[in-house]
């Protein structure tokens, strides 16, 4: 049986998310990509030719990816526009795509002593997406002939942007290869992970209270920088999520029948290989099947046509079937050329929103630590920073968020299965709150100002009052005063002036209970006797 457990061809795309920071001078950047293109000669990222642009380059497979999804999907992945000069015009799509071309293999050891494993790189792209600080590389590599083991255990290490632990016995990197080597065409070697290193991941962290990458990675990611380093760079990135990067893979084997329902379990949760036995109790398991297999083209049966199974846990996306049958292996129309295109889209965008809810998220939590309700800069700076999230998730929510992207049943399901194992749904309503949570304090801060302009303007209108009275009392001109010296008329403007004031500020110190014979008084529902204890309660009671 573990002849027949032997993939003839294996396929994994990783995705990894992450942060785009702002610029050193806190500029806002639309285009991310311009800054990456402005990098100089040595930046190896160059924008990948639209091919709708051009008919002699349009091929049936780009027609079929197009028609798959609805659209407004359709105008978010490809757009309205010609070319990226009628961008602002017609609306060409939001997503740039920067593609390197240097790096034609991977060299990855497992473990120590094993043979290495060459893989080799189809596409490394860095996605970009208009007005949303996230980018998106995607790595895709391919290899034939290998133990379904080995496959397992290629797919569980090797996309690790750092350990989360160091092995006692050997000092390797916890879940991770001993090595992974970047080769150029011509074999030379442009990258070797450190994961190794325990010394450079424990200081870093000490020193910045965030993990680094291992070096291959950083490698692939340059001339962009991690965030708290001190390297230079067009761009500053930090991690969103877990150091295990989602991925999808192809699996294509000589026997589908060989495959175990473990092993199933396995490919679906990013386990490591094993031997037979279940990785998790049986009560654990017991929905397994509905919660994380797409069986719409799986039958245990002889039909070899109906032997794919899709296996989806929102971080990975496996699909397995016959290596023998044509359709299941054909690039250019089959399921592998669907599984490149229209899989890997739907894939990107389920995380590219998780991306993008992550990223308003921690945005927001930096806003708020950074308020102090006591300095009016900071005051000022964090309703800028709050209308300018809002403003920025409203283009989300209307040009980035879908939770349907296809009528083809294929396709809606398995989107709407990783939108629930991802947990979309509740991310987006979280982030809502913290938005209307931070714009109901704005309001609060605003109405509280309002009130503050209330009183001071009713302090100034009682002090006001006291000129207002005294100075209309001498200019009724009852008594003709004109002919009185001086010191006569200021004595009389003082006699009016002392006792006016005085009772205002004696009015004001018995406003609350004033204003409660008031309510009193105008409420007919009370009785005359209540009203006048009311008025009495002015100068002998309690204020009820």
Not at 88 to 114: F, H, W
Not at 389 to 405: Q, S
Not at 460 to 469: A, E, P, R, S
Request: with cysteine; charged share 25%; proline share 3%.
């Amino acid at each position: 049986m573990d002849q027949d457990k032997r993939v003839k061809h294996l396929r994994q795309i990783l995705l990894w998310p992450v942060y785009l920071l702002p610029s050193d001078d806190g500029a806002s950047i639309h285009d991310h990509w311009e800054q990456l293109e402005k990098s100089g000669a040595e930046n190896p990222w160059r924008e990948v030719d639209d091919e709708f642009g051009d008919p002699c380059e349009f091929q049936a497979r780009h027609y079929n990816e197009f028609v798959t999804f609805l659209p407004p999907v359709q105008r978010f992945l490809y757009g309205q526009g010609l070319g990226r000069s009628v961008r602002k015009v017609y609306g060409e799509s939001p997503i740039c795509v920067m593609r390197r071309t240097d790096i034609a293999q991977a060299r990855v050891t497992l473990n120590r002593g094993d043979a290495p494993i060459t893989l080799d790189v189809v596409h490394v792209d860095l996605y970009f997406f208009f007005d949303i600080d996230v980018a998106i590389l995607a790595l895709e590599v391919s290899v034939d002939g290998v133990a379904f083991d080995t496959a397992q255990d290629l797919m569980f290490r090797f996309g690790r942007a750092y350990p989360a632990y160091w092995e006692e016995a050997d000092g390797r990197g916890g879940h991770c290869p001993w090595k992974v080597e970047w080769l150029a065409a011509d074999g030379r070697v442009l990258a070797t992970s450190d994961y190794e290193n325990r010394e450079k991941f424990l200081s870093f962290v000490c020193r910045h209270r965030a993990p680094t990458t291992a070096a291959h990675w950083e490698f692939l990611m340059s001339p962009l920088v991690l965030h708290h380093t001190d390297a230079k760079g067009p761009m500053r990135y930090r991690q969103l999520e877990y150091y295990r990067m989602p991925y999808m893979a192809f699996l294509s084997l000589d026997c589908v029948d060989a495959i175990s329902r473990a092993d199933s379990i396995r490919l679906a949760l990013g386990n490591e290989s094993g031997k037979g036995d279940l990785p998790y109790s049986e009560t654990y398991l017991a929905d397994f099947e509905t919660r994380y297999c797409y069986d719409r083209n799986f039958m245990t049966s002889e039909k070899k046509a109906a032997s794919v199974r899709f296996h989806a846990s929102g971080d990975t996306l496996v699909v397995t079937g016959d290596g023998s049958d044509a359709f299941f292996t054909n690039a250019e129309g089959g399921i592998l050329s669907r599984f490149r295109h229209q899989h890997f889209l739907m894939f990107l965008i389920a995380h590219f929103q998780k991306a993008a809810l992550l990223m308003f998220s921690d945005r927001l939590v930096g806003v708020v630590s950074r308020l102090d309700v006591t300095n009016p800069k900071a005051n000022r700076t964090f309703r800028r920073d709050i209308r300018s999230a809002h403003e920025n998730f409203l283009r989300f929510n209307h040009r980035y968020w879908f939770e349907n992207i296809s009528h083809q049943a294929q396709v809606r399901e398995l989107f709407g299965m990783l939108r629930a194992h991802l947990q979309l749904d509740n991310l987006f309503r979280e982030v809502r709150e913290e938005l209307k949570d931070m714009g109901d304090f704005l309001d609060a801060e605003a109405m509280r100002k309002q009130n503050q302009t209330v009183v001071r303007l009713t302090v100034v209108t009682i002090f006001g009052l006291v000129g207002t009275v005294t100075t209309g009392f001498i200019g009724m001109n009852i008594f003709d005063w004109t002919d009185q010296p001086a010191w006569w008329r200021v004595a009389a403007f003082l006699t009016v002036f002392v006792p006016v004031g005085v009772l205002t500020l004696y009015t004001v110190l018995k406003s609350r209970r004033l204003s409660d014979f008031l309510d009193a008084l105008s409420d007919e529902t009370v009785s005359w006797h209540r009203r006048w204890r009311a008025l009495l309660r002015v100068w002998f009671g309690t204020r009820s």
